[in-house]
């Protein structure tokens, strides 16, 4: 099976603007994360979709926003871009199979924004 | 807000020696989970612990989970250069879905 992909690889703005990240999760896996990397604030949790619906949110300003597809592919957004939403963005995608505790997550390359 | 921390931060041994990481996390979890990631690329999953399983294995890697003492150790036997990389450990505490809580990683270096 082919594994997370997202697109693009790397993203350069400017303040102000927004930008959209893609993830296509691994096929049959229903469940998408997002997560921000920062050499400051390390991993930290986004959100979560599962069946187009978002299951679970961590603790971020409505300007960062998400949607699922039928086909389980996910976008993420950030609108009004500030130059701390420099990061690494990470998404991860699980077969949600067997209950909580076999949630393994399997993550993409990721997507480097700079916001200049 | 990161739940674990990891010890250490920075650790540097010869080929072939092992190298012990060490993870410790505040909650109860449903399962842990231990990454590598190569000089800020994706995470590769490496192995998950579920809270009633107490050590697990695949290939050179142990993985051990003492939910009375919230900590997991991450053993890496007859390290290689190519395993240079920072490890980090994640639990998942959701009851529905997952959200993953990550700590600050261990910087591993295995010098040729």
């Known amino acids: 099976k082919a594994g997370v992909t997202q697109t693009p690889r790397y993203l350069i703005k400017t303040r102000g603007q927004q930008v959209t990240l893609s993830c296509s999760p691994i096929?049959?896996?229903?469940?998408v994360s997002w997560y921000q990397q920062t050499p400051g604030q390390g991993l930290q949790f986004l959100f979560e979709y599962f069946s187009e619906t978002q299951r679970n949110k961590g603790n971020f300003p409505g300007r960062f926003s998400g949607r699922q597809f039928s086909n389980s592919r996910s976008e993420m957004n950030v609108s009004t871009l500030e130059l701390g939403d420099s990061a690494l963005y990470l998404c991860?995608?699980?077969?949600?199979?067997?209950?909580?505790?076999?949630?393994?997550?399997?993550f993409g390359p990721g997507t480097r924004l700079t916001v200049l | 807000s990161q739940q674990g921390e990891e010890d250490p931060q920075a650790l540097s041994i010869q080929e072939g020696e092992n190298a012990t990481m060490n993870c410790s996390y505040k909650?109860?979890?449903?399962?842990l989970q231990w990454y590598r990631q190569n000089s800020g690329r994706g995470l590769v999953h490496l192995i998950l612990?579920?809270?009633?399983?107490r050590e697990k294995h695949s290939g050179r890697l142990r993985v051990t989970l003492d939910t009375s003492k919230k900590s997991s150790s991450l053993l890496i036997t007859a390290s290689r250069a190519a395993d240079t990389a920072s490890y980090f450990c994640?639990?998942?505490?959701?009851?529905?879905?997952?959200?993953?809580?990550f700590g600050e990683g261990t910087q591993l270096t295995v010098n040729p």
């Open positions: 909650t109860s979890i449903n399962n």
């Open positions: 096929s049959g896996h229903r469940s």
């Open positions: 612990i579920r809270s009633n399983e």
């Open positions: 994640a639990t998942d505490a959701e009851t529905s879905g997952s959200r993953l809580t």
């Open positions: 991860a995608s699980s077969s949600n199979v067997g209950g909580s505790s076999y949630n393994e997550q399997f």
